[in-house]
């Protein structure tokens, strides 16, 4: 069973993320580290009791529509209800509206752990945290009085509406539509799809957010608005009113995630109400609800990203359980009795080890872009600017590289199950059957690197990203300053590593430069990961160096030389395939026709 | 909906795997292109019109165990007489027995089909052909005249019971047993796990072979017999007689080949017959019985391996398919109306060739590997021993290369539909599941390299694998001679991949002779990896040297260019982990403590 390792997660935020320093400076006003140690001791504790032991339920019963209504698994209710009362809601949420106002590092590392415990769960809260973030950014006065405080303390969720059957990646041509009504309302009409925790039995109320066009509005992106779309009208005294034009019209039936429910919303069908349409409001301006979306996008796909590190250390713990109690033959240099744990073989062993750096990895650039987000609320100006673009810059790295490593590193704890992997009582498949969605949603990993080579290395006209770079080379030079034997060839390995991701990123940005747009995206994906895998070189490096004094510098050093000369070989391939492999791409068209 | 690539498969056999060459030399006897033609299109046309429909309602019903009985998916029983009836159950198997004595690069070519079309339900017929395997060349005249025509035919299916619960991987601590009775019969008691179609309702008899111990043996692998314990007695006349005392006692609840009953079997239970014990017939001699396992130990991997070539060419037809119809954004250059095919975008493009490549170089490694194993049945000598060592250092690498391909070729076939590949209804996800027992089952992929790096490469003295390369040198000469210019940098790709191969080759041997096991055990898989993609690129390439007069020749040297320039550069980290990994991976033992 999943124990969250808090002690790693503090280390990792403290000492490779940039925590302790911010700390220090003050960044986090009267925060300190007691209170930090306290609050992940307790979300973390959370997940472990409470959260972790309802998932495998969660995924066996999974959500059901039973006339109309979603019964949730058992358990579930009563868990989501114990989890907002512990005040775990509104952890960044504005004071204002009765949140806690902390910062995002300590957010993700508490989400990790609750989606450790169940991503299904998790999924539901993380929805409503960044409607709240919408809705305090762009909402009037009146919207937040009446919704704002009842989504920070979870009385009531939120959902996002923004997919539709021919509208995902490209949401421009999206159908559903809005019409104006005298007292500055609008009615909604139109099919959403995917609409995650959409219909439930957790709360009273839901709070749709819900992207649609105006009859007037521009084509494409310029022509959409955001509503705010409640499952029950609310009256002025804030009481529920008559049932809104709303409603599940069905389930999705999915790979994992079960006990989410994935819906198909029906929005003014004249199912509820006098009169057809869903009765929304407005958020923000007329046509510019992309903009909206925009906004909290960042926070989401990080989100995302921190299912994958979550999964990737579930399954982690899982298979390092399994793999020192099951024995099987009889490992070289075995001196025990009879047959080995199968931890003792090499490869077991290296399956493990490459889950495990795969997850510090992940974790550690998700902190850090986490840590840019807190950096950029905090400092204004110049300042403001750097930290806004690195967390531009990190977004879609964390968000891609982490939920890919959530599936590899599921699909290896499944091998490192042998036959027990692909029973499903093992736990060790739905781990893999939950982890697949994440590299989808919320921008496919394919989107993200889009994003990242055509909008993040451009930040500052690529001043930005090549700072970045030589603050890993320093990194790196720190590693070597050290002269830790523990540390192996790691240093030189890193620097070749980050020539890689250099010459990559230059090769891109002449692309780009030169208006060879196909030229860059071809290699997209490639350069996404190379600079993912650099930076897990990187920050296993820095932990590596980190003096924390809890007697485990040594297992960090070995960590990171494991992977500077396992994993790290693997970003002279990743360069080539973008500086060199557009044009054979381009010629191998043909072979799909 | 998948189509059996007839024409691929038939160009990979005759100009990739050598089947041209055996048939101009006499190798099969009269068999001529003409027949082979007939029979792929035929055993294509089976899988195409007859299996394929009937996958998806095995996966979704699964079969089920029913008061003792399983019960199959809708269709399936009738699915199976009718694939008996077109006498494929015999296209191997020895003449005097019913069999057609085909070649065996015909047998997996027709397995790779009806795998695609689906995995459950084409795992059971592999069952009973690998016993057909064993008990003609262990089983006594008696055995056979009673048992070996009837399996043959398909009127009988047949299984494999070696698994036990603590007995996976290392059948030595296997714990059921066998009683000498005064007939020289046995009676056998004891647990099997993981048993595939232990129990079904396709036929009235099922024919188990069963390792088990004697009181009396050694222990040890060295203490282990077969015996062959049906589920009914056959009475001297041939017809059925009394029910031994064996029993399905449970079906696993898997994460894939739902259709496909996972059987808990119990022997001697006393549940059946006047006395416990199930009557058992030796197969072979007393405490030999894993010698007669492993004569047929090499084909059954490379029918697994079959397995993951047919799952990646299933994966990658769907997922060409919906890229070519979804259409979302706008892909740089496309000029056509509104939005683009996603298949215009190049991070689908090359994710869709990255399956293309997969597929065709598991492809070729499989059929090669079964080109090997008829070259062997057909030769004499040392032309004999070469062919027999060319098939044993082929079938680790096809069944790991194959199996891994499968699980990432689905696995991104998921992603290349977005958000409908977590849909179960889609169907990507289906594959995903079923592929993913394939690196597990028949010798996990981490024992493949053990015995790929252990016993395979010491074949000769090291002499088989070296000659094996030189070969491959001489294919990557003859892309160079072609001074086509539609190659790209192949030639030069390939030389530097086949150094590689060469390197880690040289390097292991010599750690095996210095007795430095788990040194060269650290880089096993690596290793296995590394031969398996210096294989594709080869034999991609001879693909694409090859004048088939089809038309396609632009089409698989484009593709061979992709690969070369792609996805041949990973052989430098997997080199490096091979040979310079052990040492950081022996340091990092501490961070799993």
């Known amino acids: 069973m999943y124990k969250a390792p808090v002690d790693e997660i503090a280390f990792t935020l403290k000492h490779v993320a940039g925590m302790a320093e911010a700390l220090d400076a003050g960044v986090f006003g009267e925060l300190g580290e ?116 009842k989504m920070v303390s979870g009385e009531w969720t939120a959902t996002m509406n923004l997919t539709e059957p021919h509208a995902g990646s490209d949401l421009g041509v999206l159908k559903t539509r809005a019409e104006r009504r005298d007292d500055g309302s609008y009615r909604i009409f139109g099919q959403k799809i995917f609409i995650t925790w959409g219909e439930h039995d957790f709360t009273d109320n839901i709070v749709h957010l819900v992207l649609a066009r105006l009859p ?19 009256n002025a005294d804030g009481s529920l009113g008559a049932r809104n034009d709303v409603f599940c019209h069905s389930l999705e039936h999915k790979l994992g995630i079960h006990g989410s429910p994935t819906c198909t919303m029906i929005y003014g069908d004249g199912k509820f109400g006098d009169e057809k349409g869903a009765i929304g409001y407005l958020v923000g301006e007329e046509n510019r609800g992309l903009a909206c979306m925009f906004t909290m996008m960042n926070n989401a796909r990080l989100a995302v990203g921190m299912q994958g ?90 968000k891609s590289f982490a939920t890919d490593a959530g599936v590899d590193v599921a699909s290896l704890g499944v091998q490192v199950h042998g036959g027990m992997g692909f029973i499903e009582e093992t736990g060790a498949a739905r781990y893999l059957r939950d982890a697949r969605i994440a590299p989808i949603y919320e921008g496919t990993n394919g989107i993200q690197a889009i994003d990242l080579v055509t909008r993040k290395l451009p930040l500052s006209d690529g001043a930005h990203v090549r700072g970045f770079i030589a603050e890993l080379s320093e990194i790196a030079a720190a590693v070597r300053a050290t002269n830790r034997k523990g540390f192996g060839k790691a240093a030189a390995r890193l620097d070749a590593a980050i020539t890689d991701l ?92």
């Open 502 to 593: 250099s010459d990559a990123t230059e090769w891109l940005l002449a692309a780009l430069d030169g208006g060879r747009l196909t030229d860059a995206l071809s290699g997209a994906t490639a350069y996404q990961r190379l600079f993912g895998l650099v930076l897990t070189g990187v920050y296993l490096a820095k932990g590596g160096t980190a003096e924390a004094g809890d007697g485990k510098e040594d297992t960090r050093i070995a960590l990171c030389r494991f992977t500077a000369e396992n994993l790290l070989a693997e970003t002279g391939a990743l360069k080539d395939r973008v500086v060199s492999g557009a044009e054979s791409l381009a010629a191998a068209r043909a072979v799909l026709v």
């Open 216 to 234: 007037d509005a521009p084509t494409g992106t310029k022509g959409i608005s955001l509503f705010l779309v409640p499952k029950f009208l609310v």
């Open 309 to 398: 590190v979550a999964i990737a250390d579930a399954a982690t713990q899982k298979a390092i359980a399994y793999a020192k109690e099951r024995t099987q033959g009889r490992a070289p240099g075995w001196r025990g009795e009879g047959m080995s744990p199968i931890i003792e073989h090499p490869d077991v062993a290296r399956m493990l080890l490459t889950m495990k750096a795969l997850t510090q990895g992940s974790r550690a650039i998700a902190y850090a872009c986490a840590h840019a987000v807190d950096m950029a609320h905090a400092s204004k100006g110049d300042q403001a600017r750097h930290w806004q673009e690195r967390s531009s810059l990190l977004t879609p790295i964390a």
């Open 34 to 149: 007691d209170l930090v140690d306290a609050i992940l001791a307790e979300a973390g504790r959370f997940a472990t009791e409470e959260v972790a032991p309802l998932g495998e339920v969660g995924d066996r019963q999974g959500a059901r529509l039973v006339d109309g209504a979603v019964k949730t698994p058992e358990g579930w209710r009563d868990l989501y209800h114990n989890w907002v009362g512990g005040g775990w809601n509104g952890l960044t949420a504005p004071e204002a509206f009765g949140g806690q106002n902390l910062p995002h590092m300590l957010h993700v590392a508490a989400m990790e752990m609750w989606n450790a415990g169940s991503m299904a769960f998790a999924l539901g809260p993380t929805l409503t945290m960044g409607a709240i973030e919408a809705l305090e950014k762009h909402g009037s006065e009146a919207l937040k009085t009446t919704y704002l405080a």
